[in-house]
């Protein structure tokens, strides 16, 4: 069924025009980096955020606001900072009040050092890029927010990395800026995003409180979720008509979370343009539910490839992957230390009554499922003692990766009684 809709301003005849695709209104509505006018489902988070930061216009320079915002990939919560945060400057500055939301990804940004500079150049302060220590770049900040009677509030996304890459003092020093200025005026505050809660459980107490005080939830999307989601940009990227509404439900209830997908919004969009593509690539003039199939399974091909290149790993390579999946499991990490890694092995081994391989011969199984593109390796950073090899899984735990796991390591054992 094709819905009808004719809603052609002259913008979107002129932006057609000039794109001269017959699918495709406004490709870059489906990017990553492009805001959507509104965000479906997550209108009570909005208002959550909201009421966290109050405070700032009852009371501004009263109290440092601290969020912490917690959901999978995926689920909206970088978009819904942002939002929020450029749509709270606006707000306040109609009060009166100046205010202004700096965006940090700790990812790229994954040092304190870094993280500060990245702060001063949002804030376009003349930062002399060599001889101030972080804490001095910070004071320059502090000053000059003082000086214009200025609030900032700092958005660390993905501060799991930074927490897992940072020494003690740094994450001290971040989230305890007021002791180390004793400043009487709150200028600061910050909302910081992260993937579980785990990461920041393991923090020193007197850290954790000073950042566990509102914490907003975000679930994975359900498939009307997604439904919605995927008909806004249907809207703003496409052609009017093209995009059947049987395409989008495909879409939608292949990753919605209650019909046993990730609930990731990501990858609703993206398998949402790619099958836009392809309808243009087969000029097709509708986006067809085979078209959607098929830029299904070319983004999980990269995924089918590695879960079949684990069906072929020997019985010790395979306890490995286990021991990973295991301290997973426990700890809710996607990255464990090679030392940890090998301490749990080496127990799975001893319940199987198998002799754990040494080292060397470890490094070695590791080394090979990184070629194949099981596992990946990367150094620490500084603030752990010493360098140590962190490992990862390449693809999400899933129970079907696990069920995998376990029937194939169970038929190495199977074979290995035999050849006894
Ligand atoms: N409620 C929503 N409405 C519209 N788009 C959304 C919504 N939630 C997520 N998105 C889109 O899905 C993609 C992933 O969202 P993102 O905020 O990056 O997720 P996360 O930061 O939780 O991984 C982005 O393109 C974002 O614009
Ligand atoms: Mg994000």
Known sequence: MVRVKVTSSIEDIIESGLTGSLIFKKPNVLTPEHIPPRLPHREEKLRELTLAFRDVVEDP???????????????????????????????????????????????????????????????????????????????????????RNMYLVITLDEFDYFINTSSQEDIYFLVRLYDEFSSVVRRVSYIFILRDLVTVSALDKSVKDHIMRNVIKFEPYRAFELNDILNDRVRDAFQPNVVPDETITFISDIYGYDKGGTGNARLAIETLELAGKIAELRNSPLVLIEHAKEANSKINQEAGEILDSITNLELHPLLLLKALLNLNNRFRIDTVSMGKLEQEYAGICSEIGEEPRRHTQVYEYVRRMKLMGIINTKQSGKGTRGRTTLVSLNVPVTPQLENLINRILRMRLDNREESD
């Not at 009263?62 to 606006?90: D, L």
């Not at 009040?97 to 001063?120: D, F, G, P, S, W």
């Not at 376009?124 to 927010?145: A, C, M, N």
Request: charged content about 25%.
């Open 61 to 147: 320079g009263g109290t440092s606001v601290r969020v912490v915002i917690f959901g999978p990939t995926g689920t909206g919560k970088t978009v819904t900072t942002k939002s929020f945060g450029y749509a709270f400057k606006e707000k306040l500055k109609v009060r009166g009040i100046k205010l202004e939301y700096v965006h940090v990804n700790c990812h790229r940004q994954r040092t304190l050092y870094l993280l500060t500079m990245e702060v001063a150049s949002s804030l376009k302060l003349p930062i002399p890029t060599r001889g101030l220590s972080s804490q001095e770049v910070f004071k320059v900040i502090h000053d000059y927010l003082e000086k």
